[in-house]
T-cell receptor, first 114, second 111 residues
Framework: EAQVTQNPRYLITVTGKKLTVTCSQNMNHEYMSWYRQDPGLGLRQIYYSMNVEVTDKGDVPEGYKVSRKEKRNFPLILESPSPNQTSLYFCASSMGLDGGTEAFFGQGTRLTVV | QKEVEQNSGPLSVPEGAIASLNCTYS??????FFWYRQYSGKSPELIMSIYSNGDKEDGRFTAQLNKASQYVSLLIRDSQPSDSATYLC???????????FGSGTRLLVRP
């Protein structure tokens, strides 16, 4: 089954404790991205990757890191989480750079930083 | 100005009516547009994609694109209570390789 898998689904952590949210897709997609969703603000892009070893900042990259060492995986790293990073996070992938293909979303990760 | 704008709603329609959702975008170079449906706490799922001016129909859903006026709309015919969700409009920005989402319109279909 074609899918984007995020883990964990729910995470409560403390300020400053490094964490990683994993994202994996099995569709051989080139383009992957991370979004955060906050009430009233919609989905905002954090980082995106056009292929292996090619990543770039989205609209809200501060406080986040990503890596793309393999085509299927695109982890999101919070080196020192803060309460303002409490949010619902989605990983998404799509086939290619032309953007003319649909984005498939993971199930979401609800992160709470206390 | 936001790159993709939607009325947040809620838009309330009776069961069986037509729901009309609208979206405007700022990048004239955008060529690809998408409508996603999102139930509370769930991930967005694609309903329609549209790339050319005019209408595109799929079952009860019709997407409309007008590039000259820079707006996209989604019509839902014979609305059902199960259509109650937030509808997200998205535009692919060729200039920045980003898929930009509007903040979503909440639709309520009253039984």
């Amino acid at each position: 089954e074609a899918q984007v898998t995020q883990n964990p689904r729910y995470l409560i952590t403390v300020t400053g404790k490094k964490l990683t949210v994993t994202c994996s897709q099995n569709m051989n997609h080139e383009y992957m991205s991370w979004y955060r969703q906050d009430p009233g603000l919609g989905l905002r892009q954090i980082y995106y990757s056009m292929n292996v070893e090619v990543t770039d900042k989205g609209d809200v990259p501060e406080g986040y890191k990503v890596s793309r060492k393999e085509k299927r995986n695109f982890p999101l790293i919070l080196e020192s989480p803060s309460p303002n990073q409490t949010s619902l996070y989605f990983c998404a992938s799509s086939m290619g750079l032309d953007g003319g293909t649909e984005a498939f979303f993971g199930q979401g990760t609800r992160l709470t930083v206390v | 100005q936001k790159e993709v704008e939607q009325n947040s709603g809620p838009l309330s329609v009776p069961e069986g009516a037509i729901a009309s959702l609208n979206c405007t975008y700022s990048d004239r170079g955008s060529q690809s547009f998408f409508w996603y449906r999102q139930y509370s706490g769930k991930s967005p799922e694609l309903i329609m994609s549209i790339y050319s001016n005019g209408d595109k129909e799929d079952g009860r859903f019709t997407a409309q694109l007008n590039k000259a006026s820079q707006y996209v709309s989604l019509l839902i015919r014979d609305s059902q209570p199960s259509d109650s969700a937030t509808y997200l409009c998205a535009a692919w920005m060729d200039s920045s390789y980003k898929l930009i989402f509007g903040s979503g319109t909440r639709l309520l279909v009253r039984p």
